[in-house]
T-cell receptor, first 116, second 117 residues
Framework: GAVVSQHPSWVICKSGTSVKIECRSLDFQATTMFWYRQFPKQSLMLMATSNEGSKATYEQGVEKDKFLINHASLTLSTLTVTSAHPEDSSFYIC????????????FGPGTRLTVL | AQKITQTQPGMFVQEKEAVTLDCTYDTSDQSYGLFWYKQPSSGEMIFLIYQGSYDEQNATEGRYSLNFQKARKSANLVISASQLGDSAMYFCAMREGPRSGGFKTIFGAGTRLFVKA
């Protein structure tokens, strides 16, 4: 099946710094990618929908200036957590929609962010 | 309003027995898709099974089957012959059509399944 990768798989950073997380579709072109965050023992919460070549669509309550999303190519979307704070510590998961497979959505392995 | 409801925070099942994980959903779309994912402690989301709203037959994938009752808006997952490796978190998810959901997939709260030896 299709593969979606995320990099890094885990990151620890100091409060106030910015962290960039990459999401790549390895063997298909993804016009749409989604970013989720998951707190411990909770469900996945959709943060934003990332469309190649256009601005991301953010869900209600998600700060677009804090969580910058760039979808510059059909295989890469990035999420940058700006001026990270401890409350941003979470598990971030991306998914990519493969239009060639009936819009099947493939998930990346996730990135665990810890902000000290 | 919550669109995906999983009422069982935790479930226990004896190894080799079957277990049903409940899921109800709410949508005004005629076209939508329902999914079940497994999330082990590693965190990866493993796709299990898919049911389209227009599919008349219940979906089956190996030991997984989806009991789709459209009128009741329920999409329960049945795992037959449970194995110890089935212990994990299970999420029900729905993808609505472009009109109301924009192809977004939203998730229920999850059910943690414990398989006992």
């Amino acid at each position: 099946g299709a593969v979606v990768s995320q990099h890094p798989s885990w990151v620890i950073c100091k409060s106030g710094t910015s962290v960039k997380i990459e999401c790549r579709s390895l063997d298909f072109q993804a016009t749409t990618m989604f970013w989720y965050r998951q707190f411990p023992k909770q469900s996945l919460m959709l943060m934003a929908t990332s469309n190649e070549g256009s601005k991301a669509t953010y869900e209600q309550g998600v700060e677009k200036d804090k969580f910058l999303i760039n979808h510059a190519s059909l295989t890469l979307s990035t999420l940058t957590v700006t001026s990270a704070h401890p409350e941003d510590s979470s598990f971030y998961i991306c998914s990519a929609r493969d239009p060639g497979q009936g819009d099947t959505q493939y998930f990346g392995p996730g990135t665990r962010l810890t902000v000290l | 309003a919550q669109k995906i409801t999983q009422t069982q925070p935790g479930m226990f099942v004896q190894e080799k027995e079957a277990v049903t994980l409940d899921c109800t959903y709410d949508t005004s779309d005629q076209s939508y898709g329902l999914f079940w994912y497994k999330q082990p402690s590693s965190g990866e989301m493993i796709f299990l099974i898919y049911q389209g709203s227009y599919d008349e037959q219940n979906a089956t994938e190996g030991r997984y089957s989806l009991n789709f009752q459209k009128a009741r808006k329920s999409a329960n997952l049945v795992i037959s012959a449970s194995q110890l490796g089935d212990s994990a978190m299970y999420f029900c998810a729905m993808r609505e059509g472009p009109r109301s959901g924009g192809f977004k997939t939203i998730f229920g709260a999850g059910t943690r399944l414990f398989v006992k030896a």
